[in-house]
């Protein structure tokens, strides 16, 4: 009797043993698992061990890289729990200094606690991770490209010591037995792993923001895209806010909102308060575009067109598609008065000499210029220019039938 008894004893203690067991490896699971305040599948938060970014070798940054994008964390949602009243999705390369004085135009800009800004990566590294996550005036998320150059530095879509030279013919290519050999540009050129990286981290990340992005799943206003070297004016949240009221009322049929232009501070005190419309232009509306999802959809079904035209520019692919695919042209609404500043004195074709101490001095008079004329308590549409497709000569650099693939499935691969 006492044998059994023992016995059972022993048994339950055992089941007992096991339980707990269990259940603390499940809790170090989690804890290992999910990064402080990370927005997790289903929009719970849990409160457990910060999981980094990891720069040791490309293995690790490749796993970082997705895992982040899976994870989705987002910085200083607690602090502001509010929808947000403006979203601003920046495209950042490798230029610190300019991303710098980015950040600090946010931080000056009125209402910046409504605003969420999306920081999208192609280039990877502790300083940038670090001038981010210092940010606390606002919520922020930061998303990585996955197919970058720094990601695959000796195969495609980086660069293959396979590949084609740039300048090589097509007929000493094929000789040579080169990979890409039989896809050059319309120029005669092969493709450069560092000029296609733009176009594709573009359209990656415009799948990304509007089909992955779980906090913005819903969202029908308009996402504005700027880049790491521009520059926000602190009445950038009223403006918006007046452009999409204006938009509304007397310009409904408005496809793309543009809160800058490339004139810089010329006549802002005249032109302040003024808008207008337009066709899309390039070379004009590429700053401060705003793109709504009711855009994104029509973009897409031009996914095809996007991917196959051989241009490595983004936005001059978008004026091709602009009363092409889109059999109406884009019409958009534009700030005669730039309410976004271009700070940027180097970049993709300019790599040396770079003077962000230069930038910064020129923003600072440029601010005191505008200062009297920011925050007009109306606006006013002023023009109206003719709404037409504008042909240009395409700039090639976007021949390779790899760069044409991966582009097309993005949707696919998110």
Same mark, same amino acid.
């Given at each position: ?16 043993? %096991? ?5 603390? $490896? +499940? /809790?170090?699971?989690?804890? &290992?698992?999910? *990064?402080?305040? #990370? ?100 919520? %922020? ?5 996955? $197919? +970058? /150059?720094?990601?695959?530095? &000796?195969?495609? *879509?980086?660069? #293959? ?254």
């Amino acid at each position: 009797m006492r044998l059994r008894l023992l016995r059972k004893n022993a048994t339950v203690l055992l089941v007992i043993s %096991v339980v707990l067991f269990i259940l603390f $490896y +499940s /809790k170090l699971v989690v804890t &290992n698992v999910n *990064p402080v305040g #990370d927005i997790l599948p289903h929009g719970g938060t849990q409160a457990v061990v910060i999981n980094t970014f990891q720069y040791g070798t490309v293995l690790n940054m490749r796993k970082s890289v997705y895992d982040s994008n899976y994870r989705q964390f987002i910085q200083n949602a607690d602090t502001f729990p509010d929808e947000p009243g403006v979203v601003i999705v920046v495209q950042v390369h490798n230029r610190p200094a300019y991303l710098k004085m980015l950040i600090q135009s946010l931080e000056k800009a009125v209402d910046i606690h409504k605003f969420f800004v999306i920081f999208s990566h192609d280039y990877f590294s502790e300083d940038i991770d670090k001038l981010v996550k210092g940010i606390t005036f606002c919520k %922020v998320l930061q998303i990585h490209f996955p $197919y +970058s /150059k720094q990601l695959y530095p &000796n195969e495609f *879509p980086g660069h #293959d010591p396979q590949d084609c030279p740039r300048d090589i013919s097509k007929e000493n290519a094929r000789k040579t037995g080169c990979i890409n050999a039989d896809h050059p540009d319309t120029y005669g050129h092969y493709r450069e792993a560092s000029i296609t990286q733009t176009k594709h981290h573009w359209w990656w990340k415009l799948h990304f923001v509007f089909e992955r992005v779980n906090v913005l799943q819903g969202f029908k206003d308009f996402a504005i895209f700027i880049e790491e070297d521009n520059y926000i004016l602190p009445d950038f949240y009223q403006f918006y806010k007046s452009m999409t009221r204006l938009r509304n009322t007397h310009c409904a049929d408005c496809d793309v909102l543009t809160l800058g232009n490339h004139d810089a501070i010329s006549r802002f005190v005249e032109l302040s308060s003024r808008t207008k419309t337009s066709s899309w232009l390039s070379s004009k509306h590429n700053i401060g575009l705003g793109i709504s999802r009711e855009l994104y959809y029509k973009l897409m079904g031009c996914n095809n067109e996007f991917c196959t035209y051989d241009d490595y520019n983004w936005d001059w692919t978008l004026q091709n598609l602009s009363g092409t695919c889109i059999q109406k042209p884009l019409k958009v609404l534009v700030a005669c008065g730039t309410r976004v500043l271009h700070t940027g004195n180097c970049g993709l074709h300019q790599k040396e000499a770079c003077h962000p101490e230069v930038a910064q001095k020129k923003i600072e008079t440029d601010l005191r210029e505008v200062t009297p004329a920011l925050f007009p308590k109306t606006l006013t549409l002023t023009d109206h220019e003719p709404v037409e497709h504008k042909p240009h000569i395409k700039n090639g650099g976007w021949g390779d039938l790899r760069d044409h693939s991966l582009c097309i499935n993005y949707a696919a691969r998110l």
